[in-house]
C-alpha cells in the first residue's frame, strides 16, 4: 500500500497568511493527488485534483504543486472561512489512501 | 444539482449486519464509479470500496474484504454497502462518494466529488 504522511499535523496562522502544507508519498505517484479540505460535522470537499488541477467553485487563492512523492498544498492570503482540516489522497493505486491531515487553526 | 444521501447507518452488536443506502440524484448515476469512505470519531479519512458504473469491478480495503459488500442498482440510482461481521473498529461516519469524471478506457478519475453527509454506524455491545 501507498503511505501518505502530511506535514505538519497542525498549524497556527492568522488571516491573510500564506499556509503551505506538504504531503510525501511512500512511492512515486506521477500526479495522482487530491487535496480536501473538511469542517467539522462536514464532509470533505474536493479542492484540488491531479496535484495542480483546481476544482471548480475553488477560490483561485488555492493551489497545488508537485508530482513524483513530493506534493504541497498552498493558501496564498488565509480567509475566515479556510479554517479546516485538509487531507491528501493517492489516485494511483488501489487501495486508495489519505494522509493523516492538517488542521489549519486560528493564530 | 448532484446530491448523494446517505442512510442505514445505527447502532449494531459486534458480529452484527448492516446494510447502508445511498440515494443519488442530479447526475446519470450508470455513467458512474462510486466509493465507500469511512472516518472513525476524531480521525482520519479511510477509503473502502469501489464499485464500476456497470458493477463489474469492484475493489475494497484489506479491512473490509470478505466482511463488506459493495453494489448497486442503477434503476434505483441507488448504491449500497452491507456490512456483515462488524466489529467495534468499523465505527465511523460512511461516506459515499463520486469519482469526479467518467473511466474511460480503464482509467478512472480517481478524485471524490462530490459526497454524501455520511451516515454514522456504531458497533458496541
New interface residues.
Partial sequence: ?IQMTQSPSSVSASVGDRVTITCRASQGISS?L?W?Q?KPG?????LI??ASSL?SGVPSRFSGSGSGTDFSLTISSLQPEDFATY?C?Q?NS????????TKVEIK | EVQLLESGGGLVQPGGSLRLSCAASGFTFSNYAMNWVRQAPGKGLEWVSVISDSASITYYADSVKGRFTISRDNSKNTLYLQMNSLRAEDTAVYYCAKYLGYCSGGSCPRWFDPWGQGTLVTVSS
Fill in positions: 500500500d495522482s487530491a480536501y473538511q462536514k464532509a470533505p470537499k474536493l485534483y491531479a476544482q487531507y489522497q489516485a488501489f487501495p486508495l489512501t489519505f494522509g493523516g491531515g
